[in-house]
């Protein structure tokens, strides 16, 4: 049997960036789309891409939240409002 081109990054889920997080997310598809896995790997690689597909989704929820946070201020100036948690502000 085959073993996929690409490896999980040793990156929590949790710190992907978004760009990161559907890369990886494609090449697990592709890896499973492709076959000749054994089942467990097929499986545990099944399971990491929809964690995968869960932070590229709130990563996205959370973009479309700061573009509906534009507000126009008095002049016509344009701020965004961060809506992020206390703590995401943290870690950064």
Not at 2 to 15: A, E, G, K, L, S
Not at 21 to 29: F, M, Y
Not at 55 to 67: D, G, I, Y
């Amino acid at each position: 049997m085959r073993t996929p081109v690409t490896q999980p990054t040793d990156t929590p889920i949790d710190r992907l960036s978004f760009d990161d997080a559907l890369g990886e997310l494609q090449r697990a598809v592709a890896d499973l789309e492709t076959g000749g896995l054994p089942l467990e790997r097929s499986i545990a690689l099944y399971e990491r891409g929809v964690a995968l597909h869960e932070r590229c989704a709130s990563l996205l929820s959370e973009a479309e939240l700061k573009v509906q946070q534009l507000v126009t201020r008095a002049g016509g100036a344009i701020a965004a409002i961060d809506v992020r948690p206390d703590e995401a502000v943290d870690a950064e």
